[in-house]
Structure formats: structure tokens, C-alpha cells
């Protein structure tokens, strides 16, 4: 190649890479706004899922992990009985079909990233505490997954502590025995 024919590639690659440089934090702040505007999506359709009672305290938990400069990509809340179910064959380590507190829409499980860090269910315990998500969900009266299973870990899963059982209970007295069609996300809780 002669040398003229190189040194015209490398003046249009160093402008090319120069205008990318200049329209990066342009087109970087469109993406962002993009991304940004997906999780709200996700994060408004989830919190809605969960029961009235509690939405207000997982809007405000998620608002908290994004102060600490993550963002929080909800991966499960409200699950019926039947999903549940699935869970629970596929993992017997899954709590069986209403005995878990999504099926009340009493909790959410998520994913947080920062920067290249995404933390999800194979992030260490350590790593997860390090992000200092769990001391803030304590400090709003949530239970994490990562701590407060005996037999299983599962660091992705913040709750608020119910008795499942009661709640079944209530849910069936309500809605009646047939789990298929109970939506344990609408039981009226006792005044």
C-alpha cells in the first residue's frame, strides 16, 4: 500500500474516532436516558404487581439502592400459585406454591448494577453486603434472602417477614380453595 494511501486511512480514522469522541456523550446520554426509561418501565410494573399494602416501602427501597449509585433491575414480584409451583419442581429448594412471599406480592427479587459490577443470584454474600444493599433494605424493614433462609441462599430476594401460612389462610377464606385462581396480591388484610 503506498504511503500516501496509509496516511489518508489513519487522517480518517483519527477523524472518525474524533467526531465518535465529540457525539459520545451525546449519543451516551440518549442511550442512558433509554436504559434508564426501560427501568422505570420494569420497576413501575413490578412495584403495581406487588400488594397495596407494601408497594409504597419497595418504591422507596428501590429509590435508595439508586441513591447508592445502582440501578435496580426488578427480575420477579407478585407470583401466582401456579408459577410458584413450576419454581418449586424445577428447585425444591423454592418455597412450594403459597408458602413463598411473592406469592402475596410481598416481595421482589432484583439485580443491581454499577458501572461493569452486576450483582444477581451467583454474587458472594460478601459482595452483595459490600454493595451495602442489604443494611439498607434492614433499615427499611425488608428481609434479604441472602441472610435469612437457614437452608438457602438467595441474595437477590428482599421481603417484607410474613407468616405465609396465615396469609394462605386468609387468601383461601377469601378467594376460595381452588389455588389456581387465587391472587394472593388482592387478600384484604385483617384491619
Do not use: C
Request: hydrophobic fraction near 40%; proline fraction near 2%.
Amino acid at each position: 500500500m503506498e504511503r500516501k494511501t496509509v496516511l489518508l486511512l489513519v487522517g480518517a480514522a483519527i477523524v472518525t474516532g474524533g467526531l465518535l469522541y465529540t457525539f459520545r456523550k451525546k449519543v451516551g446520554a440518549v442511550v442512558d436516558s433509554a436504559v434508564q426509561y426501560a427501568l422505570d418501565i420494569n420497576q413501575s410494573y413490578h412495584v403495581r404487581q406487588l400488594h397495596a399494602s407494601v408497594r409504597w416501602q419497595f418504591a422507596r427501597f428501590i429509590a435508595e439502592v439508586e441513591k447508592l449509585g445502582y440501578k435496580v433491575i426488578v427480575t420477579s414480584s407478585y407470583r401466582s400459585f401456579a408459577e410458584q409451583d413450576k419454581l418449586h419442581r424445577e428447585n425444591s429448594q423454592n418455597a412450594k406454591p403459597g408458602y413463598s412471599e411473592h406469592n402475596y406480592g410481598f416481595a421482589i427479587d432484583i439485580n443491581a448494577q454499577k458501572g461493569f459490577t452486576i450483582l444477581h443470584k451467583s454474587s458472594s454474600k460478601a459482595e452483595w453486603e459490600a454493595s451495602g444493599i442489604p443494611k439498607l433494605a434492614e433499615s427499611l424493614g425488608l428481609i434479604w434472602g441472602g441472610s435469612s433462609y437457614k437452608t438457602y441462599y438467595d441474595p437477590v430476594h428482599f421481603a417484607v417477614k410474613v407468616d405465609t401460612g396465615r396469609l394462605m389462610q386468609m387468601a383461601m377464606a377469601q378467594q376460595g380453595s381452588d389455588i389456581t385462581k387465587i391472587r394472593g396480591n388482592e387478600i384484604k388484610l385483617a384491619a
